[in-house]
């Protein structure tokens, strides 16, 4: 098996069972060893009381491409600190794309980079998060089906 095919079979697993980025209305854009995109139309009910995208909402989708890049390997990793920079507001029927990077992995430790743009290619936010292998894996190698995994995933 490639990296890259490791890396879509692990977001499939994950996929099917990531109904938190699935009910904000997410969708999988792309992924491959150490990155993801993901995506997400901004709607009324992902708008706080100023009438501009929740900091939360940018900050989950952030976080879940950081979470299929860093599962990229088929090895179970979790968050160990993120933060993140907002640098621009989120408007009603914005679309924000979150594109996740590996900047560096050692053992069971990695550092990851997100940048969210929005439809005109404007950065809304900087994030890093800090990821930590705790073993196990998502799927198990052998049982990975011979289809193609690149379509977009939507909720």
């Known amino acids: 098996m490639t990296p890259e095919q490791r890396a879509e079979q692990a977001a499939e697993a ?5 109904h938190a980025s699935q ?13 993801a995109t993901l ?9 706080n009381g100023h009438g501009i995208g929740h900091g939360g909402i940018t900050f989950a989708l952030a976080d879940s491409a950081f ?7 088929n090895q179970t990793t979790v968050a160990a600190q993120n933060a993140i920079s907002y640098l621009a507001p989120v408007r009603l029927g914005d679309r924000l794309t979150a594109i996740a990077r590996e900047v560096h992995l050692r053992g069971r430790n990695g550092i990851y980079d ?25 799927f198990r190698e052998g049982d990975e089906d011979e289809g193609s995994h690149t379509a977009e995933r939507h909720a």
Do not use: P, Y
Not at 114 to 138: L, P, Y
């Open 39 to 47: 995506s997400l139309d901004v709607q009324k009910h992902h708008c």
């Open 23 to 35: 009910w904000l209305g997410m969708s999988l854009v792309d992924v491959g060893e150490g990155c």
């Open 14 to 18: 994950m996929w099917a069972s990531d």
């Open 67 to 73: 979470a299929f890049a860093c599962n990229s390997r």
């Open 114 to 138: 997100v940048t969210v743009t929005n439809q005109n290619n404007e950065k809304i936010a900087e994030f890093r998060g800090t990821s930590r292998a705790i073993g196990g894996t998502i």
